[in-house]
């Protein structure tokens, strides 16, 4: 079968896209170069620049390639940026996706996997979060999510398509400096622009619910997301229709900023100038970490990767990219 990977010039789609290549799986790239970049992606693969709310590219990609999987990957995901544009957000994550999920009932495909997010839980006040855990999100990023989590469900439903939703929890690192996340919207790479600036990395709140007051996230290589992705879709071939599936792709392990600050310290080696503490900001989770026990048990699907290899990696990313970057 034929895959469509949307996005998949992207940081986590790149990684997805390359998973699935390597493990044999054919594969076709649509993705509007917003925020991709073509030259992630090996030569071999098809590489289509367009929107997915475009239907006639749509009709085109997905008839011309004979497409009977898509991986959606392409969205809009500054959660800032979607408080301030929700009408932008609506329209490129849940417009787009359904226009994406009509295109591809129209052509017969049967099996639909989605980028989902754990922006869907909001502020969990659990100490592990699993998938049954009230989804109540605070932005209109989560609320797309969300309401695309249940636009798949439905439409698997309606058109007798296997579907899942994976929701990431705060992917990092990279499987080669080229592929590295190109965004500062993140912990680890906020981190890298200030200390690489000289300037002290920045933490947001101390005096959270929190062993040492600092919020508390549960971080995931992206090898390991790209992983889940090439499970997940196999799992979904395999299944056919009928299957639903959605899941956490976490690793369990709460990280506090400060633990996460002091290990880029200690990996790059730049301890100076010492953290200074801010005031919260506003809707920060005290703390948010995700069971990975569903996703084990319906895809055999754990994380291999740790925190120092998601830095490390990510580190080489960034350096490779700054030439004012100390070397
Ligand atoms: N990075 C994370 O920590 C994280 C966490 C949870 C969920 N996600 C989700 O994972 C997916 C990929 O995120 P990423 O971190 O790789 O971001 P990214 O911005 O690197 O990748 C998104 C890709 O989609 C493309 N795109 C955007 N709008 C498009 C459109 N309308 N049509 C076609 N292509 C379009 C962009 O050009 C880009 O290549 C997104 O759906 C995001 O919401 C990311």
């Not at 989605?114 to 006040?125: E, N, Q």
């Not at 790479?189 to 947001?204: C, D, E, K, N, S």
């Not at 990996?267 to 503490?277: D, I, N, R, Y």
Request: with cysteine; aromatic share 6%; glycine share 10%.
């Amino acid at each position: 079968m034929t895959w469509l990977i949307t996005g998949g010039a992207g940081y986590i789609g790149a990684h997805v896209t390359r998973a699935m290549t390597e493990a044999g799986e054919r594969v076709v790239v649509l993705d509007d170069m917003s925020s991709g970049r073509a030259n992630r992606l090996p030569d071999q693969v098809p590489v289509v620049t367009g929107s997915v709310l475009d239907r006639v590219e749509l009709d085109r990609v997905l008839r011309g390639n004979g497409v009977t999987g898509v991986v959606h990957l392409a969205a809009r995901k500054q959660v800032e940026e979607s408080v301030q544009q929700p009408f932008r957000y609506y329209r490129e994550n849940l417009l787009g996706l359904q226009t994406l999920l009509e295109a591809a009932v129209d052509a017969g495909v049967d099996r639909f996997l989605f980028s989902s997010s754990a922006a869907v839980y909001g502020l969990p006040d659990v100490e592990l979060v699993s998938e049954t855990t009230p989804c109540v999100p605070m932005n209109p990023y989560g609320e797309t999510k969300l309401a695309g989590e249940w636009l798949v469900r439905s439409v698997g439903r309606a058109h007798r398509m296997a579907t899942a939703s994976l929701r990431y929890f705060n992917v990092a690192g990279a499987t080669a400096p080229e592929l590295a996340d190109t965004g500062v919207s993140n912990l680890v790479p906020m981190v890298f622009q200030r200390i690489a600036a000289g300037l002290p990395p920045v933490i947001f709140g101390d005096d959270y619910p929190t062993p040492d007051g600092t919020c508390v996230r549960d971080y995931v290589h992206v090898a390991d997301v790209a992983s889940a992705h090439l499970a997940a879709a196999r799992h979904l071939v395999e299944a056919g229709p009928g299957t639903e599936l959605t899941a956490n792709v976490g690793r369990g392990e709460g990280v506090s900023v400060r633990e996460m600050v002091t290990l880029i310290g200690e990996v790059t080696g730049l301890t100076e100038p010492a953290p200074v503490v801010e005031p919260r900001r506003a809707g920060d989770p005290a703390r948010v970490v995700g069971s990975a026990e569903l996703i084990t048990k319906e895809l055999g699907w754990t994380a291999h990767y740790g925190l120092r290899d998601m830095i490390s990696s990510a580190w080489e990313g960034w350096r490779s990219r700054s030439r004012a970057l100390p070397a």
